[in-house]
C-alpha cells in the first residue's frame, strides 16, 4: 500500500545545555540557553509491504526548513551574555536546510531483496557554532531523536553533522518464515558529493578522516511480539566491533 503526505510545520523550541566537558575554545562556559522558530515544509511516501522486514517498496523523506529568531544567553565564567554578541560560539541569523532520505528496497525473488538508502543533508550553518538543533547526530544502528542518523560501524551519535552524504546498500535474506539475515556496506563522507553540490558547505570531520566505510551483519527474527535481532559491524578504519541487540522495536 502507498502512502504519502506533505505540509508545512512551525516549531518553537527552549534549548538549555550545561557544560560537563568541553572543548579549550569553549571551556569557561558554564550554561547556554537560547530559543528559536523553525519553518520546515516536508513530504514522506511509504510503500514498502511490512513494517519491520519489508521485502519491497520505498520509504522517501524530503524537509526544507529555516530557522529564525534565534534568542538566548551564554554563561562564561559566570557572566552571562547576549548570545548576538558572540557570533563566533552561536549563529543568530537565519539557517537554511535541506533533508533528502530515500530507501527503496528492490526484491529479486520471494526471499531475497536488495536493500538501499541514500541521505543528505545541506546546511548553511557553521561547523564551529553551538546551535545543536541544526546539527544531525550520526553513527550507531538505529538512533532515538529526530536528528539523528545511523552509521554501521561507530558509536552512537558520534558525529555531529551539519553537511553530509550517507549510503548504505545491502542484501536481505529470509532464511525460514520470519527469520531473515541482512548483510550491509554503508559510506558516510562530509567531503562527496557535498562539495560538489554546495562548494561553500562549512563540514565538520569524522574523527581525523572526511569519509567513512562501514560493514555489517544482522540476524532478525519477526515474533508475534515483535521483531527480535542482533547485529555486529565495523568501521574499516576503526579497532573492534559495534554490537546492537534490538528487542520489540522497528529494526
Do not use: C
Amino acid at each position: 500500500m502507498r502512502n504519502s503526505t506533505f505540509g508545512f510545520k512551525l516549531d518553537w523550541s527552549l534549548t538549555k545545555l550545561n557544560a560537563k566537558v568541553t572543548e579549550e575554545s569553549i571551556r569557561d562556559i558554564s550554561k547556554i540557553s537560547y530559543n528559536n522558530t523553525k519553518f520546515t515544509f516536508f513530504y514522506k511516501l511509504n510503500s514498502l509491504n511490512d513494517r519491520y522486514f519489508p521485502k519491497r517498496g520505498m520509504k522517501a523523506d524530503l524537509q526544507i526548513s529555516a530557522t529564525t529568531n534565534t534568542n538566548g544567553k551564554i554563561r562564561i565564567d559566570d557572566i552571562d551574555f547576549d548570545i548576538k554578541d558572540l557570533g563566533d560560539l552561536m549563529q543568530t541569523n537565519t539557517i537554511w536546510a535541506l533533508k533528502a532520505e530515500a530507501s527503496p528496497i528492490l526484491p529479486l525473488n520471494p526471499k531475497f531483496s536488495v536493500i538501499t538508502k541514500a541521505r543528505i543533508m545541506l546546511s548553511n550553518v557553521r561547523d564551529n557554532t553551538l546551535n545543536l538543533n541544526e546539527f544531525d547526530f550520526v553513527g550507531g544502528f538505529i538512533p532515538d531523536l529526530v536528528n539523528a542518523s545511523e552509521y554501521y560501524g561507530s558509536g552512537t551519535k558520534q558525529y555531529g553533522l551539519a553537511n553530509y552524504f550517507y549510503y548504505r546498500i545491502g542484501g536481505q535474506y529470509e532464511i525460514f518464515r520470519n527469520l531473515f539475515v541482512q548483510a550491509h556496506f554503508n559510506y558516510l563522507s562530509t567531503e562527496y558529493p557535498i562539495k560538489w553540490i554546495y562548494p561553500d558547505a562549512d563540514t565538520g570531520r569524522l574523527g581525523n578522516r572526511n569519509s567513512r566505510y562501514g560493514i555489517a551483519g544482522s540476524l532478525g527474527f519477526k515474533s508475534p511480539l515483535g521483531p527480535i535481532g542482533v547485529a555486529l559491524a565495523k568501521d574499516v578504519y576503526d579497532k573492534g566491533m559495534q554490537a546492537s541487540l534490538m528487542i520489540g522495536f522497528v529494526y
